[in-house]
């Protein structure tokens, strides 16, 4: 993590070579001076267009590289929706000197982390590794933009094709509210406009093209003069600059792309839509047209929208929210290149007859009232300060400075933006606000849109006066494979040579401190001087562990009372000091705790922890406040029941914990067990565990001890000692070789999770074993499961297993979510990968790709501040020895394959596991009795369905 360097735009230093070879030309220096927010950089550009950020920043040693691409799915041509995308993925698929699916194999073992995205208007990849392997990261990189093609096949081409139907269907067809983005946008942009598809993109459209197609579509855009690479982090500049010529300089230069015109939209009328989904209840969102990303307008619009519907100050928080009426109600503005949205979503409180016309015409006053009130001096205080805040969060790590560097120039051919972007937020206006309100909002025409329940169409706001139309797609015409002109790179070196990695320096733990507040709470902490910011938390032993079964959700409604009034502030009031101060405040509960998280420049911390300590020890419980935040909570819990994996998970937990331990269930209860909940219970659940015995405090901050401890004053009259959570009742024994089965009518994939009962977390003992046992069979991208199921096969998005610990207990679970006519070939493939495992376990190959990729990732580990404060908690909750790492590290180099073997037999064991199915049963179900598993039925609730019963 690096220092945030306050200054102005220093020297700019144009044409000037950067090393003794011509072809890397610097553009710019830009350093720190005066008082303003930069991030330092140099900017340089090769021969073939190719620009280049370098960004140092020595504290820690590790390096990110960025590589950006100016296109994104607003590129893409009318009936090949989707190829940005698809071709992401296509770029990890290895290339002339990288075998295939290498990269994630190389990155991994190198001790990084790394992906790549797609949205509209660009697709960037990404590593973060240990400094010493960012030539092998310029390496990989180079090889993928210059020698692509040559490696891309056919039957590549059909698995990936595959992958990214399974991930719409995962992220998209098969999420409640799922279709939302890509109704509106067809209703909002013209046909043929850029934005009128989504970057999934159309299955019809993936479906009627082929290999040579995705060719042509990379020789047009993923030119070295359309990209940008930046490199963050602990580097030497001339050896950088050096490799960056060596591996990208003889990339040749790619057809000429200009900078795409702005497109916004305007709309002569409302556009009333809807559709019937799979969900607990109705939506209403309304999107306007804005402007464009950057425009003049963009701020003041991000200013309206956080007074009409951000946080407990905004305008529908106190029509809508606060009075009842809805569960839900935000706006916020969505920007890209071309145009933007402004946008408001809202869920009515259906229980009370409330209906999306009601929301409507509220929202539609809202307006009204807000025009007639005007901008109050605190609107513009606190939405600047919490636009502004998290700017400055983001550069607390060198992912942060380097994707910000990287957007900016792709956009704007300008780096550095942040100021500028400070600047524009920091001028808006009274007068502002009010003119894009007139301008944009007031008395113009938007899509509204409904989502409502199946079988409920008389849920919508409005009938519907615009209907989907067919699309026009121009006739498909085959790309000849003899017209792809290639653009072959000449090197004077062996490009098939892996470099080899420099020595490693390896990342020292946070150093640690200890001390205890005047009333005795443990405090653990650790000094980060490079951002004068602080990162707390309190960690309350007040979790779900500590509920009676018939009241689960207690701990959950009882953490949300806390963010309400107190008997010393409205809600209102306390969301309107924090957000002034650009502070951050979350409190929630899981299992065994409830957490008070919160974040703030050091300079505004004391009054922060103030309001925190108001929020924990001064909580009014008020009756309205409870029965609205309740109301939420059983929302939530509905809409749970119209996830698929977390039915799944759920179910899981239920059947190996027991459904009389109160942590085998949500942790925001179950409809029946919400309902015996009164406020007395919550006042008494809040008086009873919450006490400074049974709390802990842990905080990453540019303070010493002496003036952190300073700040705790605020809880030194905290008194009291909380009673033990009772214990655990026995787990219940399962039958292994059993598959639950929920039936989902209509379900586009079906959920699976294979698991048993393992051991509680140990971070040095035979459980931190299991763990290294995992890794090649489903803990990383190149595991045995990811490979067999994604990779050959193409029955999933993703694959993965786990060894989970927790203090009284674990389990092993491998989950996917896979393609409905695959079903049981899944778990057929899942029950051979886990089986041919225990019989030979992991190779020699596969150990040392372990112990490699886990040993070097401790670099990464410890960069931010939420990076050591999570670190920080795991020795609080699991009172671990300072020294764990470099146990963990013995442990790691000295495990063998006998000792692996031997655990595999022991804890890997098919015949003791359980298969948990969520899918639709028409379509399933046959093959699934085909299996040679016993099936129960369980209905969405996770009880048995007696024979003759329906799910």
Not at 678 to 687: P, Q, R
Not at 926 to 951: K, Y
Request: glycine content about 6%.
């Amino acid at each position: 993590m690096g220092e945030i360097v306050v200054g102005i735009i220093g020297a700019l230093v144009v044409a000037q070579p950067a090393t003794a070879s011509d072809a890397v030309r610097l553009i710019e220096k830009v350093t720190k001076k005066s008082d303003e927010i930069v991030i330092p950089y140099e900017k340089y550009e090769l021969a073939n267009g190719l620009t280049v950020i370098l960004h140092e920043d020595k504290s820690d040693p590790i390096v990110h590289v960025d590589v950006t691409y100016h296109v994104g799915s607003a590129r893409e041509e009318v009936g090949k929706s989707g190829f940005a995308h698809l071709f992401e993925h296509m770029m990890f698929q290895g290339s002339e000197n990288v075998g295939d699916d290498q990269h994630f194999r190389i990155v991994s073992e190198a001790g990084g982390t790394l992906n790549g995205t797609t949205n509209s208007d660009r697709t960037n990849y990404y590593q973060t590794v240990p400094a010493n392997q960012l030539e092998k990261m310029l390496w990989l990189e180079s090889d993928r933009m210059g020698f692509l093609l040559p490696a891309v096949t056919q039957e590549q081409f059909e698995v990936q094709r595959a992958t990214v139907k399974n991930e719409r269907k995962l992220r998209v067809d098969n999420v409640p509210y799922g279709l939302t983005p890509e109704r509106i946008a067809e209703a909002l942009f013209p046909e043929g406009h850029p934005y009128s598809w989504q970057t999934i993109g159309y299955v019809e459209d993936l479906d009627r093209v082929n290999v040579n197609d995705l060719k042509e579509f990379f020789l047009r855009w993923y030119g070295p003069n359309n990209a940008t690479l930046t490199i963050g982090g602990d580097f030497d500049r001339e050896q950088t600059l050096a490799w960056v010529q060596k591996y990208f300089g003889s990339i040749p230069r790619g057809p000429e792309v200009e900078a795409p015109e702005k497109q916004p939209i305007t709309l002569n009328e409302d556009r009333y839509i809807s559709f019937e989904d799979n969900v607990s209840l109705p939506q209403l969102t309304m999107v306007f047209p804005g402007s464009y990303a950057r425009h003049s307008d963009e701020a003041p619009l991000d200013i309206l929208a956080s007074i009409i519907g951000q946080h407990q100050t905004s305008l529908l928080y106190k029509n809508l929210v606060k009075t009842g009426l809805a569960v839900r109600a935000n706006a916020f503005q969505y920007c890209q290149e071309l145009a933007c949205q402004f946008v408001i979503v809202a869920k009515p409180n259906v229980q009370d007859g409330v209906t999306l016309s009601d929301l409507e015409t509220i929202i539609r006053d809202t307006f009204s009232e807000f025009e007639a009130r005007g901008v109050q001096d605190d609107d513009l205080a606190r939405a600047k300060a919490g636009l502004i805040a998290p700017m400055v969060y983001e550069l607390e790590s060198v992912n942060g400075k380097v994707s910000q560097l990287a957007a900016n120039e792709t956009f704007t051919g300008n780096p550095n933006q942040i100021g500028t972007d400070i600047e524009r937020l920091e001028n808006v206006t009274k007068n502002d606000v009010m003119r894009v309100y007139r301008k944009y909002i007031k008395n113009k025409p938007a899509v509204i849109a409904s989502v409502v329940e199946n079988g409920k169409p008389e849920q919508v706001a409005h009938a519907d006066n615009w209907s989907r139309y067919k699309r026009k797609l121009p006739k498909y015409a085959t790309v000849d494979k003899s017209k792809l002109k290639y653009r072959t790179p000449v090197d004077e070196f062996d490009r098939s040579i892996e470099p080899a990695a420099e020595p490693a320096f390896f990342a020292p733990v946070p150093k640690l401190w200890t001390g205890r507040t005047k009333n005795k709470i443990a405090v653990l902490g650790a000094v980060n001087n490079e951002t004068p910011t602080t990162v707390l938390m309190f960690r309350i032993k007040a979790g779900q562990r500590a509920e009676p079964a018939d009241k689960l959700g207690l701990a959950m409604l009882t953490a949300a009372m806390l963010n309400e009034a107190t008997t010393q502030s409205t809600a209102e009031e306390l969301s309107n000091r924090l957000q002034k101060l650009g502070s951050f405040m979350a409190i929630t509960s899981g299992a065994m705790e409830t957490t008070l998280t919160l974040k703030s420049l050091t300079k505004n911390l004391d009054e922060t922890i103030e309001i925190a300590a108001e929020k924990l020890l001064f909580p009014k419980f008020d009756d309205a406040d409870f029965e609205r935040v309740k109301a939420q909570q059983l929302e939530r819990i509905r809409d749970e029941k119209k996830h698929a994996g977390r039915t799944a998970s759920r179910t899981f937990r239920r059947l190996l914990l027991g459904e009389k331990n109160s942590v085998s269930n949500m942790d925001i209860g179950t409809e029946e067990t919400l309902a015996n909940i009164t406020l007395d219970d919550v006042v008494e659940f809040h008086s009873t565990y919450y006490k400074p015995n049974a709390a802990e405090i842990v905080v990453v901050s540019d303070l010493n001890k002496r003036a952190l401890l300073k700040n705790m004053t605020h809880f030194a009259e905290w008194r009291g000692e909380a009673p033990d959570a009772p214990p655990l009742m026995p787990f219940p024994e399962i039958e292994g070789r059993t598959l639950y089965f929920i039936d989902r009518p209509n379900a586009e994939q079906s959920q699976i999770i294979i698991g048993k009962h393992s051991l509680p977390f140990d971070a040095t003992g035979e459980q931190y074993r299991l763990q290294i046992l995992n890794f090649p069979l489903g803990g990383a991208f190149n595991s045995r499961l990811n490979l067999n199921l994604r990779e050959d096969k193409g029955y999933t998005y993703g694959i993965s297993s786990q060894f989970h610990g927790e203090q009284e207990y674990g389990f092993f679970l491998a989950s996917a979510s896979v393609r409905t006519d695959a079903t049981d070939a899944s778990i057929r493939e899942i029950i051979k990968e886990i089986v041919k495992y225990v019989e030979g376990g992991p190779t020699d190959h596969e150990l040392q790709f372990a112990q490699s990729a886990m040993g070097r990732i401790n670099a990464l580990k410890f960069e931010t501040p939420e990076q050591k404060l999570g670190f920080l908690s795991k020795i609080q909750t699991y009172d671990l020895s300072k020294k764990f790492v470099d146990e963990q590290k013995t442990i790691l180099s000295s495990i063998n394959r006998s000792e692996l073997n031997g655990l595999a037999k022991k804890h890997l064991n098919v015949k003791d596991m359980i298969f948990v199915v969520v899918g639709d049963k028409t379509s399933i179900f046959p093959e699934l009795e085909r299996l040679d598993l016993e099936i129960v039925e369980l209905d969405p609730n996770g009880d048995r369905i007696v024979a003759g019963e329906s799910g």
